[in-house]
């Protein structure tokens, strides 16, 4: 019989989804197979001896931005579910989003991931190549890395914070989402305090901790770059208060005047790259002691540093909302596979590595059959396990 939707059925209706988003969010995914199929051909990287210069360039602009805006990208998408759940199923719903697949990954993906770069770089004299006594060393005493799940246990604590909020400050929240809807017609201003912000949660930790330490405690699998701590929670919460906001119609609208502007924004981005591209020259031949650059090169390094970061996270959803109407084939294809290939594509991107570590291939080659194979193997092992009903309720 057909009746009027009461109010428990108006909150827990699942908004409808907005493709722009989505392919900003699958865009990111995308990068992080990149940037990890073409770190280890790097010039100035560690690993595969065919290197080229190039890559250090897309490494760059990479580890510049997409991590921050993946975090932005996550907080947009808080507020709504929070306001259908609660925080108590909110949370108990991201435990098993995120808690979930994260124990699996450091537990089975990554030691299978690791495997090969343990029997690499170890002698049959000196080791037991045995996998579980490679598991359990590496549990037990480590090193034991996490590889692309750091995200996923940082993300839920974030979660946690947010619906603390919510529940202890929910005003708060909502005078944060009052605050950008003002900006959503000034989006000159908008880009302006979010660079101001930027800097202020950026800036000093990189000075007082660099921008290469991680903080690990012990050896568990839950490391976080220590400059960057308050980045990533200041960008999600950013992002908490965008969806407060509204996306379809607040900051995020498809005509709105951000997406308008989407080349004003990439055009900082391009210049301020440009600016970082200047320092590290600066780092390798104008400065004579390269193990401790001045102050004043910390200084710009982390003003072009933030500068970028603000204005690419303001350029990736304005291009794909400005453009939501265009295809984006490979994106709209990878959506739905998007989460389940950022989880596995460690096992194959390692192993792939591996296999054409010795053959002296130049190094595009090389990165051409990582990446292509990362990208297709864990894309179709994600389709596969999606299969599985309890698995495509997490993935």
């Not at 965008?242 to 502007?261: H, I, K, P």
Request: net charge positive; with cysteine.
């Amino acid at each position: 019989m057909l009746h009027k939707p009461d109010a428990r059925d108006q909150t827990v209706a699942a908004p409808a989804r907005i493709a722009a988003l989505d392919r900003a969010r699958t865009l990111i995914t995308l990068l992080v197979v990149l940037h990890h199929a073409v770190i280890n051909y790097s010039y100035f990287g560690n690993g595969d001896r065919m290197r080229w210069l190039g890559f250090d360039l897309v490494v760059l602009f990479n580890d510049s931005f997409f991590m921050a805006c993946m975090f932005f990208i996550s907080g947009w998408f808080v507020s709504g579910s929070l306001t259908r759940w609660g925080p108590a199923i909110y949370l108990r719903r991201r435990a098993w989003r995120l808690g979930v697949p994260f124990l699996v990954s450091i537990f089975v993906v990554i030691p299978i991931a690791y495997y090969p770069s343990f029997v690499r770089y170890h002698t049959a004299e000196t080791t037991d190549f045995n996998f579980f006594h490679f598991w359990w060393h590496t549990i037990t005493i480590g090193p034991w890395p996490s590889g692309a799940a750091w995200f996923l246990w940082v993300l839920l604590t974030l979660d946690a914070i947010a619906a603390l909020l919510w529940a202890a400050a929910h005003r708060a929240i909502g005078a944060l989402g009052q605050f950008i809807d003002t900006l959503r017609d000034r989006p000159m201003t908008a880009f302006a305090a979010f660079l101001a912000f930027t800097i202020v949660i950026y800036l000093p930790m990189r000075l007082v901790f660099g921008d290469s330490a991680w903080l690990v405690p012990g050896h568990y699998p839950l490391p976080i770059q220590t400059s960057r701590i308050l980045l990533y929670a200041g960008y999600f919460l950013a992002g908490v208060g965008v969806g407060e906001a509204g996306l379809s119609a607040g900051l995020l609208a498809e005509n709105g005047a951000l997406a308008r502007r989407w080349m004003v924004w990439l055009a900082f981005a391009l210049a301020s790259y440009g600016v970082i591209l200047l320092l590290v020259y600066a780092h390798h031949n104008w400065i004579s002691n390269f193990e401790s650059p001045p102050l004043w090169w910390h200084t710009a390094y982390g003003l072009a540093f933030a500068t970028f970061s603000a204005a690419m996270t303001f350029t990736v959803p304005a291009v794909f909302l400005r453009f939501a109407r265009s295809s984006f084939r490979l994106l709209d294809a990878m959506q739905p596979q998007a989460y389940g290939i950022y989880l596995l594509h460690f096992i194959p991107l390692i192993w792939l590595q591996y296999a054409v570590y010795d053959p002296a291939f130049p190094a595009f080659v090389k990165f051409a059959i990582v990446f292509a194979g990362t990208l297709s193997i864990s894309w179709a092992l994600t389709v596969l396990l999606r299969k599985i009903p309890v698995v495509a309720r997490t993935i």
